[in-house]
Antibody, heavy 120, light 109 residues
Framework: EVQLVESGGGLVKPGGSLRLSCAAS????????MNWVRQAPGKGLEWVSS????????YYADSVKGRFTISRDNAKNSLYLQMNSLRAEDTAVYYC?????????????WGQGTLVTVSS | SYVLTQPPSVSVAPGKTARITCGGN??????VHWYQQKPGQAPVLVIY???DRPSGIPERFSGSNSGNTATLTISRVEAGDEADYYC????????????FGTGTKVTVL
């Protein structure tokens, strides 16, 4: 059974940093691209970042480019999101999602999410 | 950047058909995926590549895509179908990025 479990969320002050983790199991993690998707309270889904299976290709939404860094450790079956210079508008539930890794990819498995709150 | 527009809400009586549109410039040339999200839960993929259904998704869910509009159709709507629905594409035109639609709340009357 595919499982994705996020952790690392919490309350952080504006300008602060936070590192999210996503532990994967039930599939060959090193064969799949992975993504972070977020959802602000009461709002829609927003794609944040994507990383290919070998970390060769990395993409970011304009809203986080230069502040967030996605990474992965295939030996540990883990995905990460380093978030720096956090703003109030980064407040959201952050989901990790497995990528179909085909052309025009879709997200076939999602974690339950971890809440990040940016507030003074 | 590529924009996907959905109606904020759709209301449908049980047993009837709900149609949720997703508008985008020449979206018919892209592959569209659809997700269902119930309150407090993570999204679930219900349609991929315009009209394919993942295992476990009822045949009542179907999709189409042409021109500037993609459509998710839910036939014989049940109370359990009440949820938010999002369309999604991957935009490779200028930079590679995922794009979600604005979301549609489906209410079962």
């Amino acid at each position: 059974e595919v499982q994705l479990v996020e952790s690392g969320g919490g309350l952080v002050k504006p300008g602060g940093s936070l590192r999210l983790s996503c532990a994967a199991s039930g599939f060959t993690f090193s064969s799949y691209s992975m993504n972070w998707v977020r959802q602000a309270p009461g709002k829609g889904l927003e794609w944040v970042s994507s990383i290919s299976s070998s970390s060769s290709y990395i993409y970011y939404a304009d809203s986080v480019k230069g502040r967030f860094t996605i990474s992965r450790d295939n030996a540990k079956n883990s995905l990460y999101l380093q978030m720096n210079s956090l703003r109030a508008e980064d407040t959201a539930v952050y989901y990790c999602a497995r990528d179909s890794s085909n052309y025009d990819p879709y997200f076939d498995y999602w974690g339950q999410g971890t809440l990040v709150t940016v507030s003074s | 950047s590529y924009v996907l527009t959905q109606p904020p809400s759709v209301s449908v009586a049980p047993g009837k058909t709900a149609r949720i549109t997703c508008g985008g410039n020449n979206i018919g040339s892209k592959s569209v995926h659809w997700y269902q999200q119930k309150p407090g839960q993570a999204p679930v993929l219900v349609i991929y590549y315009d009209s394919d259904r993942p295992s476990g998704i009822p045949e009542r869910f179907s999709g189409s895509n042409s021109g500037n509009t993609a459509t998710l159709t839910i036939s014989r709507v049940e109370a359990g179908d009440e949820a938010d629905y999002y369309c999604q594409v991957w935009d490779s035109s200028s930079d590679h990025r995922g794009v979600f639609g604005t979301g549609t709340k489906v209410t079962v009357l």
